[in-house]
């Protein structure tokens, strides 16, 4: 990634110029939309849409459960409650959850859900048949990497598209789901399989096979490394959605140029290389939070105190 910033800013181009250009003016993100039941998951939707998002992650609390990408109960002085995960509670609610957005927003905007790999593998395929009938945009990461034989009896039961692989770390291990058609996204982390290169070569060899990206775009993903994410989604002809992270103020301070997004899009730059700098006497007010101060990962339990997959 640094190699094709450093060229672009050699030849006074942007990176996506170096990839052969724009396939498209913009690039729309989606956004995630949370609540501790369906109507307040619902208003977050609602307000995405007037907002100018078409596509928007949909994902909701269960009600005395640790839930992925959902708001947690809080106790006394507003401290988290650690709540066992309940994937009986969640494989029933979710269906619900799509259930009451179609029929309170219509087909109006595009619907997403992360499963994070939190099921086991016969509860995927479940879900993913359960969900049908609700016209996901996709479904992503319903197994672990290591439950990947299972993707052939999901793939045989159910026409809920698939996105996966934001915990693969080389381009290599799409091959088999790209040649078989089993998966319709690459869920890439473009760091995590080498770079741009890597992640140029991959999307190029799913566009023949139409498998679309969608680059991984979490809250830890550095400025520098969404907007290589930009890059790349400019330039792909076989571009499927971006993962949105809204950075705040000092983000913007500290990495110049840092990607934003305007009604639902994110809009390209042209400035050279990836357009994004880093201001490093501005980095030095604002150090680094302490190891795991904001982890929840590790908490993540089943109600018998079993560890479950984050």
Known sequence: MALWDLKGKQAGLPVWQLLGGRCRAAV???????????AEVTDEVRRYIEDGYGYV?????IPGASTYGAPQAAGPAGQLVEAPWDPAAYLRTVPELFAHLRSEIGDAVELLHDVHERVAPIDAVRLAKAVEPYRLFFLEDPLAPEDLDWL?????????????????????????????????????HVSAIGGI?????LACAAELFGVRTAWH?????????HAANLALDLASPNFGIQEQHVFNAAAHEVFPGCPDIVDGHLWGSDAP?????????????????????????THTRRADGTVQRP
């Open 28 to 38: 729309p993100v989606y956004a995630h939309a949370a609540g501790r039941d369906l």
């Open 57 to 61: 992650r949909a994902q909701v609390a």
């Open 152 to 188: 052939r009896i999901l793939r045989a039961q159910t026409a809920t598209p698939i996105a996966i692989g934001e915990l693969f770390v080389n381009p290599a291990e799409y091959v088999p789901l790209i040649r078989d058609r089993l998966c319709d996204f690459i869920r890439v």
């Open 197 to 201: 290169t890597p992640a140029w070569r």
């Open 217 to 225: 775009g979490p809250g830890d993903v550095s400025p520098v490394g």
């Open 273 to 297: 290389g990836l357009g994004v700098d880093l201001d490093e006497k501005a980095a030095a007010a604002h150090p680094p939070a302490a190891p795991l101060a904001n982890d929840g990962w």
